[in-house]
C-alpha cells in the first residue's frame, strides 16, 4: 500500500499553469474547509485523500510493502483530541522499522549505482539552459508586443533551470562522489566566491545562504515550526485574516511575481546569519549580530521569528539603520547589475537604445516569468491540505526522519526529460 501522500499534476506551459496555480496557491495558505476543528498548533492535517501514484523508474519508494493501508474515516464533523491529530491512526498501523529498512535498502541500491552517467546527464541539461539562454539573448532586442514572448519564456526557463535542477542538486553535494573535491560540480567549490557565483548561478539569493536555509535548516528541520520553509508559519497572517479570499488570491498572486527577490533572498540571508552566531556562540563568540532581528512568528510554531523580506531592509532604514540595506545590496546586486545593466548595455553599445530598451524589457519580462515558473515548481512541494507538519524535532537518518520526508511532502507527474527539466527535477521531491 502507499503511505498517504498523494501524487499530483502541474501543467508546464506557463499560460496555463499560472491560471491555474494562482487559485490552487491561494487555497493552500488560505484556511480551508475541513480544518475548523483542528487546534492551533497541532499538526495541520486534513485526511489525506486515496491516490494512485504516477509510475516513477527506478526507485519507487512510494510503492515500498511495509505501509499499512489508511483506514477510511471523516474528517469533517469529528471530534478529536489533540494526541489525534499528533499520532494518525494510519500512522498506529505502519510497520516503521520494516519499512525503513526497505526505504535504506533502496538508498543504498541507487546510490551504488550512480555512476559517470548522472552526471553527463546533469551536464546536458546545464546545455539545454544554455541553449535557452543564448536563444533568450540572441531574440531579445525583438518584440512585436510590449515584450517578446519567446525571447522572455526561454530566459526565464533558462535562469529557473540553473537553480532548481543545477544549483540544487549540485548544492545537496549530488555529485561529488563522481565528480572529485576538485571539481566544479562539487558542492563545496559550485558558485563560492563572486566569480563563480557569476558564472555557476547568478540569481538573487546567495549560494552559501541558501545552502544554510535550505540544505540544513529546510530538509533537517522538515515540516517543523522551526523549518524556515514551512508555508503554513510564513502565510500565517494570511491564513488567518478575515479579508476576502479574493483579496488573499491577489496577494499570492502579487508574492509570486516577485518571491525570490522580496522574501527568499533575505530570508536565506537572516537563516545563515543565525546560524553563524549559533556555531560562534559555541566557541564563547558573541560578535555577531543579526542584522536581520524579525519578533516571533505568530501562532503556536515554537520560539521561532517570522521570515524576513524586503520590508524589513526598508523599514530599517527608515530609523537609520542601513546595515540590513548593505548587507542585501551585496546580495542582490550581481544578478541585478549582470541582467539589468550590463546585458541592456551592452545591446546599448551594439544596435543603440531603441534595441537596448526592447532588450531591457524582454528581461523584466523574464524576471516575472522565472519567478511565477519557479514559485509554481518550489512552493507547492510542501504545501497543501494532506501534507503533515510536526511539532517535534526527529533525529536525523532514523526511522522516523525518513517517514515525515514523505509524508511531509509532495511528488507530482513524473518521466520524461522534457517534463521533468520543467520542474527542474523537483517533481521527485519525496525521493
Same mark, same amino acid.
Given at each position: ?9 502541474? #501543467? ?29 498548533? %497541532? ?20 510503492e515500498l510493502k511495509a505501509t499499512a493501508a489508511l ?24 510497520? &516503521? ?10 538508498e543504498k541500491k541507487y546510490r551504488t549505482q550512480q ?5 553527463? *546527464? /546533469? ?7 544554455? +541553449? ?8 531579445? $532586442? @525583438? ?19 540553473r537553480w532548481t535542477m543545477i544549483g540544487h542538486h549540485?548544492?545537496? $553535494?549530488?555529485?561529488? %562522489? ?6 566544479? @560540480? *562539487? ?10 557565483? #557569476? ?52 496577494? /499570492? ?18 537563516? /545563515? ?10 566557541? $564563547? ?24 523580506? !524586503? ?15 548593505? +548587507?542585501? #545590496? ?11 545593466? =550590463?546585458?541592456?548595455? =551592452? ?6 537604445? %531603441? ?12 524576471? !516575472?516569468?522565472?519567478? +511565477?515558473?519557479?514559485? +509554481? !515548481? ?11 507538519? #510536526? ?15 514523505? !509524508?511531509?511532502?509532495?511528488? @507530482? ?12 527535477? &523537483?517533481?521527485?521531491? =519525496?525521493?
Amino acid at each position: 500500500h502507499n503511505p498517504p501522500q498523494q501524487a499530483r499534476m502541474r #501543467f508546464t506551459l506557463l499560460p496555463v499553469a499560472v491560471l491555474a496555480t494562482v487559485g490552487q496557491m491561494a487555497s493552500a495558505f488560505a484556511p480551508a474547509a475541513g480544518f475548523n476543528v483542528a487546534k492551533m498548533g %497541532a499538526p495541520a492535517v486534513a485526511l489525506p485523500r486515496a491516490s494512485s501514484m504516477s509510475a516513477r523508474r527506478p526507485a519507487r519508494l512510494l510503492e515500498l510493502k511495509a505501509t499499512a493501508a489508511l483506514a477510511p474515516e471523516t474528517f469533517k464533523g469529528a471530534t478529536r483530541e489533540e494526541t489525534d491529530y499528533t499520532v494518525p491512526e494510519w500512522r498506529k498501523k505502519v510497520d &516503521l522499522p520494516t519499512w525503513a529498512k526497505e526505504v535504506r535498502a533502496v538508498e543504498k541500491k541507487y546510490r551504488t549505482q550512480q555512476n559517470d552517467d548522472d552526471v553527463n *546527464h /546533469m551536464k546536458k541539461m546545464l546545455n539545454w539552459t544554455y +541553449i535557452l539562454y543564448a536563444v533568450g539573448l540572441a531574440t531579445a $532586442g @525583438f518584440a512585436t508586443f510590449p515584450f517578446n514572448p519567446i525571447s522572455a519564456l526561454c530566459l526565464s526557463t533558462a535562469i529557473c533551470m540553473r537553480w532548481t535542477m543545477i544549483g540544487h542538486h549540485v548544492g545537496h $553535494g549530488g555529485y561529488n %562522489a563522481q565528480v572529485g573535491i576538485e571539481s566544479r @560540480f *562539487h558542492r563545496a567549490n559550485y558558485a563560492r566566491g563572486p566569480v563563480r557565483r #557569476f558564472m555557476d548561478w547568478c540569481d538573487w539569493m546567495l549560494p552559501e545562504a541558501w545552502d544554510v536555509e535550505h540544505n540544513f535548516m529546510h530538509h533537517y528541520e522538515l515540516g517543523e515550526g522551526s523549518d524556515p520553509d514551512l508555508l503554513e508559519r510564513n502565510a500565517h497572517n494570511v491564513r488567518t485574516s478575515s479579508l476576502p479570499k479574493a483579496v488573499k488570491y491577489m496577494e /499570492m498572486f502579487a508574492l509570486m511575481l516577485m518571491w525570490k527577490w522580496f522574501y527568499y533572498a533575505p530570508n536565506t540571508v537572516k537563516e /545563515m546569519y543565525d546560524r553563524q552566531i549559533k556555531i560562534a556562540s559555541k566557541k $564563547g563568540d558573541y560578535s555577531i549580530t543579526q542584522p536581520f532581528a524579525m519578533p516571533e512568528a505568530p501562532g503556536d510554531f515554537g520560539k521561532v521569528t517570522k521570515a524576513a523580506t !524586503i520590508k524589513h531592509v526598508v523599514s530599517e532604514g527608515f530609523k537609520g539603520n542601513f546595515l540590513p540595506t548593505k +548587507i542585501m #545590496f551585496s546580495c542582490l546586486a550581481p544578478y541585478f547589475s549582470a541582467h539589468f545593466i =550590463i546585458t541592456p548595455l =551592452i545591446f546599448y553599445a551594439l544596435f543603440g537604445q %531603441a534595441v537596448a530598451a526592447t532588450a531591457l524589457a524582454n528581461l523584466v519580462a523574464a524576471e !516575472i516569468l522565472t519567478n +511565477i515558473h519557479s514559485f +509554481i !515548481i518550489v512552493v507547492p512541494n510542501h504545501a497543501g491540505e494532506d501534507v503533515y507538519r #510536526f511539532k517535534t524535532p526527529v533525529k536525523v537518518k532514523t526511522d522516523d526522519f525518513y517517514l515525515r520526508a514523505v !509524508i511531509g511532502s509532495v511528488n @507530482f507527474r513524473t518521466g520524461g526529460n522534457v517534463n521533468d527539466f520543467m520542474h527542474g527535477w &523537483l517533481n521527485y521531491q =519525496i525521493e
